[in-house]
């Protein structure tokens, strides 16, 4: 007999790299994964720099990257991203996610069931971005 595996909801928003906000023109740089059930918050990050420069050729991938250092330390709820990484892990998906009109933005937040949100994280960045 075969046990059946555990699938929970997740959502996921992917995150855009808008170098010039007035163009709307995007990259996508990362993805930022939640889910309540199984207590994870996380996210995956990466600039390509040719593709940022066929953009933007001004535009500065080391502050791209500090930028998303950031998010991903709010994911991992690190004591330097300050109040937002203290945040339950609801909110601070919520936080990441909320619209802004920044260089860094997210995208719409979307949904799918999970037994590994790590590996399904790993899954959607590699699909997604890379």
Request: aromatic letters at 8%; proline letters at 7%; hydrophobic letters at 45%.
């Amino acid at each position: 007999m075969t046990m059946a595996v555990q699938r929970e909801f997740f959502e996921y928003s992917i995150i855009r790299l808008v170098p010039r906000v007035e163009r709307g023109e995007c990259l996508n740089v990362g993805v930022a994964l939640y889910s309540q059930a199984f207590d994870f918050l996380g996210a995956r990050t990466h600039v390509e720099q040719s593709r940022l420069c066929a953009l933007d050729p001004e535009a500065d991938p080391t502050q791209a990257r500090a930028v998303l250092a950031a998010w991903e330390l709010v994911c991992a709820g690190s004591e330097s991203a300050g109040a937002p990484g203290a945040e339950p892990l609801g909110r601070r998906f919520r936080w990441l996610t909320a619209p802004r009109s920044t260089i860094v933005q997210p995208g719409p937040v979307h949904g799918g069931l999970t037994a590994n949100p790590a590996a399904d994280l790993d899954r959607l960045f590699d699909l997604l971005v890379l």
